[in-house]
């Protein structure tokens, strides 16, 4: 599906960027990466993403990563660097943070 996304989207100029689950381990590089290559034409990818979208209620550590990621995708940083993501996972939606199945507009 992501494929079909992307040749969809050839012909504008669009920059995809590949990111791993192990970037949210250290948000000051993860920003570093976007800040350098943000503009209106980056998408960050991040594949396999059950682990980082689960729900907060149910994690038993930090939920920094979730809500790194919320503010990249949708507070003042993504305001700032005009981010977008692209996430999947492969699990049931049930397992999935609610704050991540809100539409955006």
Known sequence: YIE???ERCNDRNIEYYLLTIDLFGNMDNLRKFILQRSN????YIIEDCEELLRPRSSMSGSTAALSDLLNF???IFGNI????FILTFNTNISKVDEAILKKRD
Do not use: L
């Not at 209106?40 to 998408?43: D, G, L, S, T, V």
């Not at 660097?81 to 977008?84: I, L, P």
């Open 81 to 84: 660097t005009n981010a977008k």
């Open 73 to 75: 995708a949708d507070g």
């Open 40 to 43: 209106e034409h980056a998408i």
């Open 4 to 6: 079909s996304i992307i």
